[in-house]
């Protein structure tokens, strides 16, 4: 079956790094766009970053714009997302999702906390 499952989150001081990951298993996964998104606290869901196939195509939410980077590995059947530069505002809950701009699958999510 399609699962995807995310990990490296954690708590970290402001100006920190962290680097999320995303384990595809259950279909192509080079076949398929890809999407961080992400939950704060009390408010809606945010898409964060995007994907193409190949990896060659990446677009970032103004947000994270130069301080997160979106990468894969499409033989590891992994995504990733460096995360440089944390502000407070970054804590939330992290999902990968599959698809691009509509997603069908995504994982439980990964908690990242940025707090001093």
């Known amino acids: 079956q399609v699962q995807v499952v995310e990990s490296g989150g954690g708590l970290v001081q402001p100006g920190g790094s962290l680097r999320l990951s995303c384990a595809a298993s259950?279909?192509?996964?080079?076949?398929?766009?890809m999407t961080w998104l992400r939950q704060a606290p009390g408010k809606g869901l945010e898409w964060v970053s995007r994907?193409?196939?190949?990896?060659?195509?990446?677009i970032y939410a103004d947000s994270v714009k130069g301080r997160f980077t979106i990468s894969r590995d499409n033989v590891k059947n992994t995504l990733y997302l460096q995360m440089n530069s944390l502000r407070p505002e970054d804590t939330a809950v992290y999902y990968c999702?599959?698809?691009?701009?509509?997603?069908?699958?995504w994982g439980q999510g990964t908690q990242v906390t940025v707090s001093s």
């Open positions: 999702a599959r698809g691009w701009g509509q997603y069908d699958y």
């Open positions: 994907i193409d196939t190949g990896g060659g195509s990446t």
């Open positions: 259950g279909f192509t996964f080079s076949n398929y766009a």
